[in-house]
């Protein structure tokens, strides 16, 4: 397979100019149909546009491998057009259908194929959003949308990967309320955790541990990765259903930890003072896949997990996962889906 000629040895996780990108509309009332491949770059909007003063929009966030079978897979992507219909219905876009979605995305793929970096040196970071972008003066939702899907080459999300995380959790803020859009993938829940995470830097850790709204001894998420616990046998993630995002990677990982490792896998009500104590904590998501975490601070005292170590479970179901995304190893779950040949 042809390649560009980047520097895939030093890939972060930042823009890249590929070939192409998806792009479609849909009046408010109308149906997603039509729509196809531009060169890409920038797009034309009114400053009236709704997505730019309300922010009425969500996104997406997949990844494709350039695989040991020497093609290119993507991993799991019907969750992904399964969770845009419940984020665009939440925000009054009409409802991307699945599998009008799923074809957008292959099709940039195909389109940018020598941009996928090579067998284990990074993958393929796809986003699909989608924009309220009719003018719309009134608080109301647009009269019309645009869907784009769009792809980066990207190498790690957090650099020198394998070092455990050092989190704070937050005092401060929150990252979504009760009965608001956090469970969706709305664009303005990360313009809210910008700056929790700019102070977090600041102050020389790598990520935000969000305490939920109405009960901040129970924990919810880290900016943009779920959370885990193990203690001994036991695996706990935070219960879906409430503000928390329901990550690909959070499920993958609950099902892989049960008939992989055999752990009593948990979704409950997970408490600060618990992951404190705990054998391992790590976070999942497609940008960090699987990263342990090494210390948390709350009040600030300073709370170091299992030696500040990488976790045992976290480094078998990394590597499990890996495997399977990269075709390594047996896919029994069908998560793997060929894009080329
Ligand atoms: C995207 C996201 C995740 C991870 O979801 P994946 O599907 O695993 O990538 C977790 N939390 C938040 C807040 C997110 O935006």
């Not at 520097?7 to 196809?36: H, I």
């Not at 400053?47 to 093609?71: C, I, M, T, W």
């Not at 104590?277 to 170091?304: K, L, N, R």
């Amino acid at each position: 397979m042809n390649k560009q000629n980047i520097d895939w040895d030093n890939l972060g996780f930042s823009v890249y100019p590929t070939r192409s990108m998806w792009q479609g509309t849909c009046p408010a009332k109308g149906e997603w149909n039509g729509g196809g491949l531009v060169p890409y770059g920038n797009i034309e909007i009114s400053p009236v546009a709704g997505v730019l003063n309300y922010g009425q929009g969500v996104f997406e966030g997949l990844k494709a491998y350039h695989s040991a079978k020497d093609r290119v897979v993507l991993f799991r992507p019907e969750m992904n057009a399964q969770r845009i219909v419940g984020s665009t219905n939440r925000l009054c876009i009409p409802e991307i259908p699945p599998d009008y979605f799923l074809n957008a995305v292959k099709q940039v793929v195909q389109d940018n194929l020598d941009f996928v970096p090579p067998y284990g040196k990074g993958e393929l970071y796809i986003r699909p959003v989608v924009w309220g972008t009719a003018p719309t003066l009134g608080v109301a939702p647009a009269r019309e949308y645009t869907f784009i899907v769009y792809t980066a080459p990207v190498g790690p999300y957090f650099k020198g990967n394998k070092k455990p995380l050092n989190l704070i959790a937050s005092e401060s803020y929150h990252r979504t309320a009760p009965k608001g859009i956090g469970n969706v993938k709305a664009i303005g829940n990360y313009s809210a955790s910008l700056q929790p995470v700019v102070e977090a830097k600041a102050g020389g850790f790598d990520e935000v541990l969000y305490l939920k709204a109405d009960d901040e001894r129970i924990v919810e998420e880290v900016g943009s990765a779920n959370i885990f616990m193990r203690q001994g046998n036991k695996l706990v993630t935070p219960k879906l259903g409430g503000s928390i995002l329901p990550g690909v990677t959070r499920n993958s990982i609950l099902i892989l930890a049960e008939d992989k490792l055999g752990l009593d896998v948990v979704e409950g009500d997970l408490l600060l003072e618990d992951l404190f104590s705990a054998d391992e904590v790590f976070c999942t998501g497609t940008a960090v896949v699987v990263t342990s975490v090494g210390q948390i601070s709350y009040h600030g005292e300073t709370h170091t997990i299992q030696d500040g170590e990488m976790g045992e479970a976290a480094t078998e179901l990394r590597q499990i996962l890996v495997g399977i995304q990269r075709e390594e190893i047996e896919d029994p779950y069908g998560w793997v889906t060929p894009v080329s040949s």
